[in-house]
């Protein structure tokens, strides 16, 4: 059975840092492609960062230079570092693990990043 399970969201002040983790089960980790993505109230989902298996990275235009992802295969997860944090960057945060041209594509549950003062 395959888990994707995020960890790492919560309350942070305008200015501040998280960091978010996602860990997998079930998976053949190295051959898969991962992604957070995220969804604000009342707002599509959408890209936040992506890491292929080769370790290529794609960034939103709006988290360029701020948000870092990164994984470990070892571990089977994949991280995002979040720093210099915005209202606006308040959503669900969601991990998100593909192969095969998103023939094989799995979703967490996602964890909620509130940026507030």
């Known amino acids: 059975q395959v888990q994707v399970v995020e960890s790492g969201g919560g309350l942070v002040q305008p200015g501040g840092s998280l960091r978010l983790s996602c860990t997998t089960s079930?998976?053949?980790?190295?051959?898969?492609?991962m992604g957070w993505y995220r969804q604000a109230p009342g707002k599509q989902r959408e890209l936040v960062a992506s890491?292929?298996?080769?370790?290529?990275?794609n960034y939103a235009d709006s988290m360029k230079g701020r948000f870092t992802i990164s994984r470990d295969n070892a571990k089977k997860m994949v991280y995002l570092q979040m720093n210099s944090l915005k209202p606006e960057d308040t959503a669900i945060y969601y991990c998100?693990?593909?192969?095969?041209?998103?023939?094989?594509?799995?979703w967490g549950q996602g964890t909620q990043v509130t940026v507030s003062s």
């Open positions: 890491i292929t298996q080769g370790g290529s990275t």
């Open positions: 079930g998976i053949i980790f190295n051959i898969y492609d």
């Open positions: 998100n693990a593909n192969v095969l041209n998103k023939k094989y594509d799995y």
